[in-house]
């Protein structure tokens, strides 16, 4: 077992300090090694980064060691490394297996050094040990095998770094014959065996003096190819024929065969080239979120940017009230696939006067919020769910928060709606297929990112999506700084965690999360970072408890503070209305619901924005009369809530609607017409227009016709007429909008990114539970017979076992038994015996960390211990 360097202890400008491994007397030989040295916390803090772990509990250390050095769990652990730490252990990669500290400091540093790069360097590597990635003390680095075999370069799979093979992997099976011509051309003596031949090259390439003075005597040609394959990729193409630049680089080892046709730059050729850098721009540093260009404009100002935010906030309730408004009576139908057709979206948006993408956003959002469901129905509709009434009845600003916080820990994507998945199918909205686990957690960091600027400011899109790039680099398609994240020919990010983000931006303004593009008051209460959070926990710095707080962000305590927030910004809804003499109606700000609602009903909609227009129709006034009201409650209706006097012509409007509504009435036989003035139905039996209803006179004041009644209804409105529906016992039919809804629903669950967080509680259970698996598994243990010795459950005899348990009871010494449970299931145990009596032994069980009774007959052995555990 090495020893650590003299001074490697100590904090540094070349040893980090406090590491878990770093300050031990000796390098463990293997990954449950290190763990076992490892505290209580720094498992914890291993199990909280890596949850993966966890599920089920590791039996023992050893059985942890070995889950994370799997192919799955260390790939999500890759994935969640920022990229200067990606960086250190793609260095790490390509460096000798074990390596010291130095010379990984060397791969990211290079010759000339860098500061930033030292101090940011003991940080990067105290993550990949404490995430179990790397482990060893800073004589002996590692990397876990698996993340060694994922980020080291092969023909098939190139390094980021953008290096190639060492010269003993380029040269494996090349004939010595061969290497000797190599040596000689690089003007070195010839060795006796290959192995020999291979270290003097290697020796040779990672020599500066020695290497510079070879590469001066190359040609310019040959350089240039160099200059080529040095930041990669290595590989190049030849013919059977090479050029003599490429033909120098070949025979002095500079280029080497990896096939017939293909020659590779060794590592250690490239990294002279390259100064000593294993990669050409390391980012120690995150980059910067920086305000926008017109960030000035609301800088230092966050009162301009609380009312816009909270003008959008107004709008977007308005928005999914009059979406699900137009679908109170049912919506379209579902899919045979799942999600809305494409007609049906059109028609949306034109409703809502908006573009597609936005209204598959207002449909997701009333969705995720449990607003708006499918009905279940046999042909299966979408219609808003009773949660929606409840919802109505809500203060403005606790509706927001209610979407606010829907949208906040909602997978569904909408910025999808109309692409198409890996199959070519086209992604539909409210279809099955827009979930994606990683949604959540970007639009959380978009937000997060905000509040770092002061308030008031706004950032500029491409800071936001450069740092969250290099926050999750394998995430962001990007696998290192010297390869940029894809983008289309317009510059917009193809990869999904930039788009994600991209939406973010764009969907918090429309919903009032930012206004102007900065981060509102509100929004940050509901985030858990607004002033009343921070003070709560003492300080920004307060991370566990800051943290605990933001992760229950949609919880009703956060809610309820942005709603208090938001609350006096919003308008207060008004009681009146005011009437003008072109028959229309000008509401300057929201109204109460009751008036909105009759006055819906009443009038229609011309225009919104910051008043709203109402028309009064004929077509209007006589949807309320049909609705059941009279035209004398119109007249309080509106004299009651008009700030000017009602004008004479909509008072002559519903007088002449109310004088002609229900003189004609219309019953079901197929349908029937039935008027005390017969020449009234002469008049309507010789319009020309009626006869498509094919009407003919039953009576002097009846006609039959063969339409439904529904038709004949319509047909005669669209003639000039105000007939009236009738019941079979002659009374007017009152004609409210039906209301449909779909049984209870509760909202979309997300989908997890992978396992959950674990609690405190839960880690504090885990981390004892296989400490003692551990004890039982590890355990210095006397010499028993076979099988035991093989590690199997010991064996004893019914006469043994009970002796040798009464034995430690009075000695109060500890053994090791094998016990099958009542399910059949063995497992080993470490056990200190107190009392045994009655068939039966009471022991403080080491494994369990409790005070447990075992059946005697369920004990297969026992064998003693060397050394007491306790």
């Given at each position: 077992m090495g020893t650590m360097p003299e001074g490697s202890s100590t904090a540094g400008p070349s040893s980090p300090a406090g590491r878990s491994d770093a300050a031990r007397p000796s390098s463990p030989r293997t990954l449950a090694e290190a763990l076992r040295t490892r505290a209580d916390d720094e498992l914890a803090a291993l199990l909280r980064a890596r949850p993966d772990l966890l599920t089920p509990v590791p039996n023992d250390l050893t059985q942890l060691a070995t889950r994370a050095g799997t192919r799955a769990s260390v790939v999500r652990a890759l994935e969640r490394l920022d990229r200067f730490t990606l960086q250190t252990?793609?260095?790490?990669?390509?460096?000798?297996?074990?390596?010291?500290?130095?010379?990984?400091?060397?791969?990211?540093?290079?010759?000339?050094?860098?500061?930033?790069?030292?101090?940011?360097?003991?940080?990067?590597?105290?993550?990949?040990r404490g995430q179990a990635v790397l482990w060893g003390g800073d004589d002996r680095?590692?990397?876990?095998?698996?993340?060694?075999?994922?980020?080291?370069?092969?023909?098939?799979?190139?390094?980021?770094?953008?290096?190639?093979?060492?010269?003993?992997?380029?040269?494996?099976?090349?004939?010595?014959?061969?290497l000797q011509e190599i040596l000689a051309a690089a003007g070195l003596p010839t060795t006796h065996d290959p192995v020999s031949a291979v270290a003097a090259l290697t020796s040779l390439f990672t020599d500066r003096e020695r290497m510079d003075a070879l590469l001066d005597t190359a040609p310019p040609e040959a350089l240039t190819v160099l200059d080529r394959l040095v930041w990669g990729p290595p590989y190049g193409e030849v013919t059977a024929t090479p050029a003599p630049p490429v033909r120098w680089l070949r025979d002095r080892?500079?280029?080497?065969?990896?096939?017939?046709?293909?020659?590779?730059?060794?590592?250690?050729?490239?990294?002279?080239?390259?100064?000593?850098?294993?990669h050409r721009s390391p980012e120690?540093?995150?980059?910067?979120?920086?305000?926008?260009?017109?960030?000035?404009?609301?800088?230092?100002?966050?009162?301009?940017?609380?009312?816009?935010?909270?003008?959008?906030?107004?709008?977007?309730?308005?928005?999914?009230?009059?979406?699900?408004?137009?679908?109170?009576?049912?919506?379209?139908?579902v899919m045979r696939s799942g999600g809305l057709s494409v007609r049906d979206l059109k028609r949306t948006a034109a409703a809502l006067d908006t573009t597609e993408q936005m209204a598959g956003f207002w449909l997701e959002l009333a969705y995720t919020a449990g607003l708006l469901a499918s009905d279940g129905e046999a042909e299966e509709r979408y219609a808003p769910t009773p949660a929606y009434d409840d919802w109505l009845t809500l203060p403005a600003a606790e509706r927001w928060a209610r979407l606010a916080t829907a949208w906040l820990g909602a997978t569904r994507t909408p910025g999808l709606i109309g692409s198409q998945d890996a199959k070519g199918r086209t992604l539909s909205a409210l279809g099955p297929e827009l979930d994606r686990s990683s949604a959540a957690e970007v639009r959380r960091r978009v937000l997060e990112l905000l509040t770092a600027l002061p308030p008031g400011t706004a950032p500029a899109p491409e800071t936001v999506l450069a740092r969250l790039?290099?926050?999750?680099?394998?995430?962001?398609?990007?696998?290192?700084?010297?390869?940029?994240?894809?983008?289309?020919?317009?510059?917009?990010?193809?990869?999904?965690?930039?788009?994600?983000?991209?939406?973010?931006?764009?969907?918090?303004?429309?919903?009032?999360?930012?206004?102007?593009?900065?981060?509102?008051?509100?929004?940050?209460?509901?985030?858990?970072?607004?002033?009343?959070?921070?003070?709560?926990?003492?300080?920004?710095?307060?991370?566990?408890?800051r943290d605990e707080l933001v992760s229950r962000a949609g919880s009703e305590e956060l809610a309820a503070r942005a709603a208090e927030t938001l609350a006096p910004l919003l308008p207060e809804p008004l009681d009146h209305v005011l009437l003008q003499a072109d028959l229309t109606a000008v509401a300057p700000g929201p109204l109460e619901r009751p008036l909105a609602e009759t006055l819906a009903v009443l009038a229609d909609v011309e225009s919104k924005g910051g008043a709203t227009v109402y028309r009064f129709t004929p077509g209007s006034v006589r949807r309320a009369l049909d609705a059941g009201r009279s035209a004398s409650e119109l007249h309080t209706f509106l004299a009651t809530h008009s700030r000017t006097p009602v004008p004479q012509p909509l008072s002559y409007l519903i007088d002449d609607v109310a004088r002609r509504h229900g003189h004609l009435r219309i019953g079901a036989a197929s349908a029937y017409v039935r008027c005390d003035d017969d020449a009234l139905l002469g008049e309507i039996l010789a319009d020309k227009r009626s006869q498509g209803l094919r009407l003919r006179r039953l009576a002097a004041t009846v006609l039959a016709a063969q339409a439904d009644s529904a038709t004949l209804l319509e047909g005669l409105r669209a003639m000039g007429y105000a007939p009236a529906a009738e019941s079979a016992e002659g009374d007017v039919l009152i004609t409210r909008a039906h209301a449909r809804r779909t049984p209870p629903r509760t909202p979309p669950a997300p989908v997890p990114d992978g396992p959950p967080v674990p609690d405190g509680t839960l880690l504090g259970a885990a981390v004892k539970a296989i400490r003692a698996g551990d004890l039982a598994s590890t355990v210095v243990r006397k010499p028993v017979p076979e099988p035991a010795r093989n590690g199997e459950l010991p064996r004893t005899t019914s006469a043994e076992t009970l002796a040798t348990v009464q034995a430690a009871a009075m000695t109060g010494s500890a053994l090791w038994i094998g016990y099958v449970n009542a399910d059949g299931a063995a497992s080993q145990r470490v056990i200190a015996p107190v009392r045994v009596e009655g068939g039966f032994v009471t022991a403080y069980d080491h494994t369990a960390d409790e005070v447990r009774t075992y059946p005697l007959h369920r004990i297969t052995g026992v064998a003693e211990l060397a050394d007491d555990p306790a």
């Open positions: 252990a793609e260095a790490l990669a390509v460096a000798p297996d074990p390596a010291p500290y130095e010379t990984l400091r060397a791969l990211l540093t290079g010759d000339e050094g860098d500061p930033a790069i030292e101090a940011a360097l003991p940080h990067a590597v105290d993550v990949l680095l590692r990397l876990v095998r698996t993340a060694r075999e994922l980020l080291a370069p092969s023909p098939t799979r190139p390094s980021p770094t953008g290096l190639g093979p060492t010269v003993a992997e380029a040269t494996a099976g090349m004939s010595p014959t061969r080892g500079l280029l080497l065969p990896a096939s017939p046709r293909t020659v590779v730059l060794p590592r250690e050729a490239a990294l002279h080239l390259r100064a000593g850098r294993a120690p540093v995150p980059p910067a979120v920086v305000p926008a260009a017109t960030a000035s404009m609301t800088a230092g100002r966050p009162q301009v940017v609380d009312s816009a935010a909270a003008a959008q906030a107004y709008t977007a309730l308005t928005t999914v009230e009059d979406l699900l408004k137009d679908w109170h009576e049912g919506g379209p139908a790039r290099w926050e999750r680099p394998l995430r962001g398609g990007a696998a290192s700084p010297d390869t940029n994240a894809a983008r289309n020919a317009a510059g917009t990010p193809t990869d999904l965690r930039s788009r994600i983000a991209a939406w973010t931006l764009t969907e918090a303004e429309v919903l009032g999360i930012t206004g102007r593009g900065a981060l509102s008051t509100h929004a940050r209460a509901l985030l858990g970072t607004d002033a009343a959070v921070l003070t709560a926990t003492g300080s920004p710095a307060s991370r566990p408890l």
